[in-house]
Structures are given as C-alpha cells and as structure tokens.
C-alpha cells in the first residue's frame, strides 16, 4: 500500500501475457495464504499467530514475503504480513494482540515468485458481530464498484469518482492518505491508484489512462462515518491508526488491463471468510 504524496508520476510498466501469468501465480499464493489464517481466525488467536500461518504457506510454495524489505522510518517492516484490527486502518504489525469476538480484520499478504510480485489483502469478521460485518461489507462493495467503473482506454479518475460516490452511499469515508499501486517485477510500481478527492479529476497530475499491459493494485481503505479523521503512527513505527479511534477496513486485489478489457488477478477465496 503506498501514500499519496502526489507528484509527478513515473513510466508505468508494460507487462505481457506471460509476466501477467507469472503475477497471477503470486496473487494465488497470496490468496491460498489468507485462506489458511482465515481458518485459524477465532477468538484468542494473536496476529501473531496468524502472521506465522501465512508466511508458512508463502514459504511452503517456494515463494518469500516481499513486506520483509520494505524500509520505513524505523527500519524494515518487522513480519512478513499486515494485519490491521478495527481502528488499525494500515501496516498492522502482527504481535501479540489476542482477537476478540466481533473484531474486525485485515489480511494482508505479499508474495514474491520467481521475480514476480502479488499484494493481496481480505477483511474478515472474527466470530459474530454487526458493526465489523457492516464495515466489512462496505469496503468490499467499494472495491468492487472501482473495479467496475475501470474500462480499457478509460481514465483512472473515474473509477475515483465512482469509488467515493460508492462509500458515500454506504455511510463510509474513503481515505485519502492511500493508494493502490502499480505490480509486477517490484511491489511497488508506477501507477498510483490514488483515492484522494484530488485525484478524482481528469486534470489531476496523477491521474492516467487504462492501457493494455498494465497492472495494479485497487485498495481503498474506508473509515466509519461521512469525515475523514486524523490518522496516528504507533510506536513500532508502521501500524497506522485513526486517531479518534474509529473502525477502519480494505479489501486489496490486483486487476490487469488486457486488449479485451479489465480482470481481477486471483482465483478467490471460495465461501465468504468471516
């Protein structure tokens, strides 16, 4: 996941049918690894705990977790996964939180294989509970609906619009401060699929035209209520929290742009993981 810092944008990569291929096996082991922590999700269970059980998978497939060398302001990220709880809007370290019933989290996994890079992310509900169940819900129909709004030949600010509109209509706020990215020989690429209200304009410097070859991430991180609040760095230097405190959910997938259209990379998760 990445800031929107705003900026003039780089070249964003071309990739071809085979390197999208090559992506689409470590979005699969990203999803095979969430699959696995989703079953071990119950209350009593530390991130911790769940961080070592998608890593195991990750490692288990001859793949590694790119996450490992992401160099912040307090050095490299501590796991090989994030994992965000309620208030916790992204770069959850895994510790050792214990998770209750109703909590609400985030999956976050990174994959490297053979050179190539997946950044996929699922939100789930621990046990039972209306408030993470509604947010939850929330966030994935906003992804889906950016998703949708994306057309070959199409401009990334409308699938921002739509994007917004979406999470207004649910009583939801999407967070300006985040991006998706671009995704392929490295984790983080050009495009910035940025979310802020800047950038839901055709003007905006960072906005760019779906072509065929591209690859990227859709993340928009939503927040309860119809404001976006202030947002807090915790001590260990990466876990970022709203600052008053309120809930927080993403859903991450990763779409490439082919001469027919827009997919979504990944074969799922099967049944709905709550």
């Known amino acids: 996941m990445g800031r929107a810092d705003g900026g003039e944008p780089m070249a964003i990569p ?15 082991i990203a999803e095979s690894a969430i699959g696995r922590a989703t ?24 793949a590694t977790a790119p996450f490992r060398r992401v160099e912040g302001l307090s050095g490299r990220f501590p796991a090989a996964t994030c994992i965000s709880v309620n208030e916790e809007a992204a770069h959850g370290v895994p510790a050792d939180r214990t998770l209750a019933e109703g909590d609400l989290v985030v999956l976050d996994a990174g994959v490297e294989v053979e050179g190539f890079h997946a950044d996929r992310a699922e939100p789930l509900v621990i046990g039972a509970g209306d408030r993470a169940l509604s947010l939850r819900t929330a966030a994935i129909d906003v ?26 209509d649910r009583g939801v706020t999407v967070l300006g401060e985040f991006t998706g990215h671009g995704l392929g020989r490295a984790l983080h690429e050009e495009p910035r699929a940025s979310f802020h209200p800047s950038a839901a304009r055709s003007d905006s410097p960072t906005d760019f035209v779906l072509r065929p070859g591209m690859v990227f991430t859709i993340e928009p991180v939503v927040v309860e209520g119809d404001s976006e609040p202030g947002l807090v760095t915790l001590s260990d230097g990466w876990s970022v929290v709203t600052a008053d405190r309120r809930w927080s959910c993403y859903q991450e997938v990763a779409v490439a742009v082919g001469e027919a259209g827009v997919r979504v990379l990944g074969f799922g998760l099967g049944p709905d993981p709550r």
Do not use: K
């Open 14 to 28: 071309i990739y071809t049918t085979g390197e999208i291929d090559a992506v689409e096996r470590a979005v699969s």
């Open 39 to 62: 079953e071990f999700a119950v209350p009593g269970v530390t991130t911790r705990e769940l961080d070592e059980r998608m890593n195991s998978v990750i490692e288990d497939a001859g």
């Open 143 to 168: 992804t889906s609906t950016t998703v949708r709004a994306l057309q070959l030949g199409g401009r990334w600010s409308a699938a921002a619009i739509a994007a917004r509109a979406a999470a207004s």
